[in-house]
Structures are given as structure tokens and as C-alpha cells.
């Protein structure tokens, strides 16, 4: 699948998410703590990751508009949970990347949840099932900043 919109703004999301935690654990070391260093290095890696997908999503949105690439790329979606909130009715774009983030941070935090070892078999389960219906959720905000970009270069164009 080629690169779109969404999936830039997933993966700028996902590092935003990564700077944050990491810089957080840095925060909360010592000076002298002997991973510092490490974790300044990862920091700083995913700095330069975060960078370079900003000029992504710029030369993307560049050729989108000049009518150089594929907005959407078409999904056949398999998945039948019933409980994802919907998002056709959501035509901003601001609103859609926000949307899109916010099943991110969702998600980060309900996997930190599963991986715990004290919850019960039973708690994995459930949280596995919400995990499921936030990433069908975050999918959906892929899906859906790609149609306004489209739509909107429709109108322009």
C-alpha cells in the first residue's frame, strides 16, 4: 500500500507518542543515571524520525494537491465488531487528525494495560476486545482523513 495522508499522521501520532514516554522516563532519571545517555540517543532517533515524516507529510500534501498521487488507497475490510463509534459524519479535517491521535494515545495506554502481569485472564480479554474496537476506531480516522483530503482536492481542483 502506498503512503497516504492517514498513515502519515498514524506514524507522526506513534512517534509523537514514543518522544513523549521517552523523554518522560528522562525527566524522571538522574543525571548520573547510566542510561541516560541511551535514552538521550533514542530520544534524539526519534526526533529525527518525527522530522523527517513532517517533510513527508509536506511533499505528500504538495503532490496531493498538484494531483501527483492517490489520496486513497481502497481497503476491503474484513471486520464485523459493531461497537466502533462512527465517523461519517466527521468532515473536518482538524477533527479527523485529532480523532486519529487520540485512538492512538488510547491504544498505547490499553497495551501498557494488557502487558501488566498482575491482571486476571479474564481482564486480558476484555481489554484485548477494547484494543480491537480502538484500532478499527483509529483505522476509520485513517480512512476518513484521506476521504476529506480527497474531497477537498476535488473541490479545489
Aim: without cysteine.
Amino acid at each position: 500500500m502506498a503512503e497516504t495522508l492517514g498513515s502519515l499522521i498514524d506514524k507522526l501520532s506513534i512517534k509523537n507518542l514514543r518522544y513523549w514516554h521517552i523523554d518522560e522516563v528522562i525527566q524522571a532519571k538522574g543525571a548520573s543515571d547510566p542510561q541516560m545517555e541511551e535514552l538521550k540517543a533514542k530520544r534524539d532517533l526519534v526526533d529525527s524520525q518525527r522530522k523527517d515524516l513532517l517533510g513527508e507529510i509536506d511533499a505528500f500534501l504538495e503532490a496531493a494537491l498538484a494531483g501527483e498521487v492517490k489520496i486513497r488507497d481502497e481497503k476491503v475490510k474484513l471486520y464485523k465488531n459493531l461497537n466502533v463509534a462512527s465517523s461519517d459524519g466527521l468532515n473536518n479535517l482538524g477533527k479527523a487528525v485529532s480523532g486519529l491521535a487520540m485512538s492512538n494515545i488510547k491504544l498505547w495506554h490499553l497495551e501498557d494495560e494488557v502487558r501488566r502481569e498482575d491482571l486476571p485472564d479474564s481482564e486480558i480479554v476484555k481489554t484485548k476486545r477494547t484494543i480491537d474496537t480502538t484500532n478499527q476506531e483509529r483505522n476509520n480516522f485513517m480512512d476518513k482523513v484521506d476521504e476529506i483530503l480527497e474531497s477537498t482536492v476535488k473541490r479545489t481542483n
